[in-house]
C-alpha cells in the first residue's frame, strides 16, 4: 500500500480541485449533492488504479487523473442511484443524497454525474478519447445489468452460483477491470496488455467481492463498519445462502428455508442457526476455493504482462492487501 | 411537411431496428421499458432534424441515422426520468415507465438509454466521434439543469421574465439546436454553419415553447390532447402567468394571487379568472411577440447559412408549420 501513498495523494489533489470547481455553479441542487457525496469517503480504489495502471506501463499518472476522476464520479454515480433503490438512509454514517435532499434531486443529480464523467474523457486526443469512451460506456451498461439482475434476485425463490458470479462481475468486478484498462490506455500500453489488465481487475473484483459475502457473515463489527449477519438478516441471496441452498440436504434445505422465514425480531436466532448449517455444509472454504480460484486467474493475467516485475509486485501486494491475504 | 417526408421515413426504419435490437437483451427488466417508450409515439421531430441538418449541408442523412437514433434515445431518457420527477401517470395517454413498471426500474432503464445514446456515436471515426460526444454532453447536462430550474420554480414566490427564458432554453430549445448541429456535423459542414444552424434551432425552440404555453390557456382540448389551461390549475409559471404577475397593477396583481390560491375543484372559476387578467394586460400579445423576436432571430441566422435556397426554404416552412403560422 505505501508504494501508492503519492499515487492516492495526486488524486486526492484532483478531487479537490473537482470539487472546487463545484462551488459556484447553477443550479446549487445539482451539484451540491454532487460534492457532498464525493466528500463523505471512500477507499479511492477505482481512480487508483487508474493511476496504478498508468504507472505501471510507465505512463506519467498525472496523465491518468481525469480518467481516474471519470470513474469516481461514475462510482459515486452509480452510489446516489442505488441507495435510492435501496431505500437506503445512510452511506459511511452519513445521510444518502435521496435522504439529505429528496429522490428527484438524486436522480437529477445522478444524471449529471454520469454525463459529467463522460464529459472529463474530453481532454484527451480524438483516438484515446474514443477508446476510453468505448470501454467505459460498455462497463456503465454492465454495471447497471449487475444491479438491475442484484434487484431480480430478491423476488426470485432460486438463484444458480452461475447467475450470481454473473451478478457481482457486471455490478462490481468490471468497474475494477474497467479502471485498470483505462490507465493502460492512458499509458499507450499493447492491446493484448489492456485486455490482460482489464482481466486482472476482473478476476479480483469477483474474489473481492465473494470474500465481502464471507466477511458479512464471519467478519468483525468494529473492523468493517457493518452489522456481521446483515445479509443473513435481509434473505441476501449472496454466495454463501445459494452454495448453502444447493449443497445442503433435505433435512438442511428446510430448515435454512424455516430460518430464512425469521423476521428481523429474531435476528440473533437467525443468524447463528444459518451459521451453524453454513458450518456445517463448509460453506466459508467453499466460497474461500472459489474466491482463490478467481484470484489465481487474475494473478495468472497480471504474470503475463509485460512491465516491470517490481512494479507487477507491488500490484500484486496490493491486491493481496485487498484480499487481506498474501499472495 | 411533404419534403421530409422520406427523411421520417427513414428514421422510422432505424428506430424499428432498433426496438428489435433490444428483444432478447437481458434483463428484461431494462430493455422492455426502452422498447415500450420509444414504441408509445412522438412526433420523432429532434431525429428528423438531425436527418434534415445533414440534408441541408449535402449529406447523406443515411449517415446521420445514429446522431439521430442518438437524441431520440436521449429524448426518451429524460421523459422517463422527468416522468418519475413529476409523478405523471399517464404520456400520450398511455403508462408511463415507472407507473407500468415501478420508479427503482424507470430509474435503471433511464440509466441506460443514456449511456446507450452515447454508444451510438461510436461507428463515427474519432475526430467525429468526439466533436459529436462534446456536443451532446453539453447538452444533456444543459436538459437536466433546466428540468431542475424548472422544479425550483415551482417552490420560488418570484420567477423573472429573464429566468423562465433561461430555464426553457435549457430544457427545451438546446436539445433542437443538438440536434440541427449533430446533423451539420455528420454532413462535414463548416464550423460557423454548424453554429448557426445550432442557434437556428436553439431559438425556434424558445418561441416554440412560448406559444405552447399560449396553447394551453388558448388551445382547443381536442386539437392538442392537452386540457385547456391545464398550467393555470396547477399554478405553472408560464411566461404568460409571470408577465401578468409582472405588469399588472397592484388590484390586478392581487386578484391574480387570491386566484391562484383557489384549489382543483374551482378549475372552472380559476381559469376564467385568470384569462380575464391575461385578456386585460394583453398576455398572449406579449407572449406572441417575444416568440416572434426569436423567431426572427432563427430566421436570420437560417439565412446566413451557405445552403441550397430550396432546402434553406423548405426548413423555414418546417419551422413555420411547427409554429403553426406562416414565415
Given at each position: 500500500?505505501?508504494?501508492?501513498?503519492?499515487?492516492?495523494?495526486?488524486?486526492?489533489?484532483?478531487?479537490?480541485?473537482?470539487?472546487?470547481?463545484?462551488?459556484?455553479?447553477?443550479?446549487?441542487?445539482?451539484?451540491?449533492?454532487?460534492?457532498?457525496?464525493?466528500?463523505?469517503?471512500?477507499?479511492?480504489?477505482?481512480?487508483?488504479?487508474?493511476?496504478?495502471?498508468?504507472?505501471?506501463?510507465?505512463?506519467?499518472?498525472?496523465?491518468?487523473?481525469?480518467?481516474?476522476?471519470?470513474?469516481?464520479?461514475?462510482?459515486?454515480?452509480?452510489?446516489?442511484?442505488?441507495d435510492?433503490?435501496?431505500?437506503?438512509?445512510?452511506?459511511?454514517?452519513?445521510?444518502?443524497?435521496?435522504?439529505?435532499?429528496?429522490?428527484?434531486?438524486?436522480i437529477?443529480?445522478?444524471?449529471?454525474?454520469?454525463?459529467?464523467?463522460?464529459?472529463?474523457?474530453?481532454?484527451?486526443?480524438?483516438?484515446?478519447?474514443?477508446?476510453?469512451?468505448?470501454?467505459?460506456?460498455?462497463?456503465?451498461?454492465?454495471?447497471?445489468?449487475g444491479?438491475?439482475?442484484?434487484?431480480?434476485?430478491?423476488?426470485?425463490?432460486?438463484?444458480?452460483?452461475?447467475?450470481?458470479?454473473?451478478?457481482?462481475?457486471r455490478?462490481?468486478?468490471?468497474?475494477?477491470?474497467?479502471?485498470?484498462?483505462?490507465?493502460?490506455?492512458?499509458?499507450?500500453?499493447?492491446?493484448?496488455?489492456?485486455?490482460?489488465?482489464?482481466?486482472?481487475?476482473?478476476?479480483?473484483?469477483?474474489?473481492?467481492?465473494?470474500?465481502?459475502?464471507?466477511?458479512?457473515?464471519?467478519g468483525?463489527?468494529?473492523?468493517?463498519?457493518?452489522?456481521?449477519?446483515?445479509?443473513?438478516?435481509?434473505?441476501?441471496?449472496?454466495?454463501?445462502?445459494i452454495?448453502?441452498?444447493?449443497?445442503?440436504?433435505?433435512?438442511?434445505?428446510?430448515?435454512?428455508?424455516?430460518?430464512?422465514?425469521?423476521?428481523?425480531?429474531?435476528?440473533?436466532?437467525?443468524?447463528?442457526?444459518?451459521k451453524?448449517?453454513?458450518?456445517?455444509?463448509?460453506?466459508?472454504?467453499?466460497?474461500?476455493?472459489?474466491?482463490?480460484?478467481?484470484?489465481?486467474?487474475?494473478?495468472?493475467?497480471?504474470?503475463?504482462?509485460?512491465?516491470?516485475?517490481?512494479k507487477?509486485?507491488n500490484?500484486?501486494?496490493?491486491?493481496?492487501?485487498?484480499?487481506?491475504?498474501?499472495?
Open positions: 500500500m505505501k508504494h501508492y501513498e503519492n499515487l492516492t495523494g495526486l488524486f486526492l489533489n484532483r478531487l479537490e480541485q473537482h470539487r472546487e470547481s463545484l462551488k459556484n455553479v447553477e443550479p446549487r441542487e445539482l451539484y451540491d449533492p454532487e460534492n457532498y457525496i464525493l466528500g463523505i469517503g471512500g477507499k479511492r480504489l477505482r481512480p487508483l488504479l487508474v493511476l496504478i495502471a498508468c504507472d505501471l506501463f510507465n505512463g506519467l499518472p498525472e496523465c491518468a487523473l481525469d480518467s481516474a476522476m471519470c470513474v469516481e464520479l461514475f462510482h459515486n454515480f452509480s452510489l446516489v442511484h442505488d435510492i433503490l435501496d431505500e437506503a438512509p445512510l452511506r459511511r454514517s452519513q445521510a444518502t443524497v435521496h435522504s439529505k435532499w429528496n429522490t428527484n434531486i438524486a437529477l443529480s445522478g444524471d449529471v454525474m454520469l454525463v459529467k464523467a463522460f464529459r472529463l474523457l474530453e481532454k484527451y486526443p480524438d483516438p484515446e478519447f474514443k477508446q476510453l469512451a468505448k470501454l467505459f460506456s460498455q462497463t456503465a451498461i454492465e454495471v447497471c445489468e444491479q438491475q439482475l442484484d434487484m431480480n434476485f430478491e423476488n426470485q425463490t432460486s438463484v444458480s452460483a452461475e447467475d450470481y458470479l454473473n451478478m457481482i462481475t455490478k462490481t468486478a468490471v468497474l475494477l477491470g474497467c479502471s485498470l484498462q483505462m490507465g493502460a490506455i492512458n499509458s499507450g500500453a499493447a492491446k493484448k496488455d489492456q485486455e490482460n489488465i482489464y482481466e486482472f481487475g476482473r478476476h479480483l473484483g469477483i474474489a473481492f467481492q465473494l470474500l465481502d459475502d464471507l466477511l458479512d457473515a464471519y468483525n463489527t468494529s473492523e468493517f463498519g457493518k452489522v456481521s449477519g446483515g445479509d443473513i438478516v435481509a434473505n441476501k441471496k449472496t454466495y454463501l445462502l452454495k448453502a441452498l444447493e449443497t445442503g440436504n433435505e433435512w438442511q434445505q428446510a430448515e435454512l428455508k424455516r430460518l430464512m422465514q425469521l423476521g428481523k425480531e429474531h435476528a440473533e436466532e437467525k443468524i447463528k442457526g444459518v451453524n448449517l453454513y458450518n456445517d455444509l463448509n460453506i466459508s472454504n467453499i466460497c474461500r476455493q472459489k474466491a482463490d480460484e478467481h484470484t489465481q486467474i487474475a494473478i495468472n493475467h497480471l504474470a503475463t504482462i509485460a512491465a516491470d516485475e517490481t507487477k509486485n500490484l500484486k501486494q496490493f491486491a493481496a492487501g485487498l484480499l487481506n491475504r498474501t499472495l
